[in-house]
């Protein structure tokens, strides 16, 4: 694979173990948030773990907001990451890149809230992003909010209420789950994403 890949440093993230993932897959990424090194990447990736607000501080602090709505290589938001490509979100009022339209809903109480651990992520339509990969495959969720179903949604998940557990819209893509902890479905994902033009 000829991929270079550049992992944005938004804060609060496992950069190392989603290093090893896509060095799994025979890609070498790069973490920091430096915008000509992102510009040169052939894709980008916006995980996240923890707040929506604080992670949009922080790409806003380093203009990275600007940035990310300007690639045009592909770009995969990942849990948190997805969700911030969103206009908004129920987590703390917070306003997100607007890449994607909708709001991001906090999950129903029941069965329990967060949402953690194994699901299925059900496919709505095909896509390169899941080739290979099934509805008998399982993916590794932990979050407490999710995207709403919608036109951009290629796989749905249900916990407490139906959400989207991928998404796609020109360039950019995201997964609320986490594929650099989803075993062999993850890497085959990131493969996948890799092989995006």
Known sequence: MSARAYIIAAGGANYGSLREACRRVGVEAEVGDD??????????ILPGVGAAAHAMHALRACN??????SLTQPLLGICLGM????????????????ILPGTVQRLPTT??????GWNQAMLVKPHALFDEITENNWFYFVHGY???VT????????????????VAHGNVFGVQFHPEKSASAGRRLLRNFFALT
């Open 35 to 44: 915008h000509a090194h992102i510009a040169a990447a052939t894709h980008v």
């Open 64 to 69: 990275l907001d600007r940035v990310l709505r």
């Open 151 to 166: 036109t951009h949604t290629l796989a749905r998940t249900d916990y407490g209420m139906g959400f989207a557990a991928a």
């Open 83 to 98: 969700q911030l490509m969103f206009e908004h979100s129920e987590e703390g009022g917070t306003e997100g890149l607007g």
């Open 146 to 148: 999710a995207a709403p």
């Open 111 to 116: 069965p329990r809230w967060p949402h953690m």
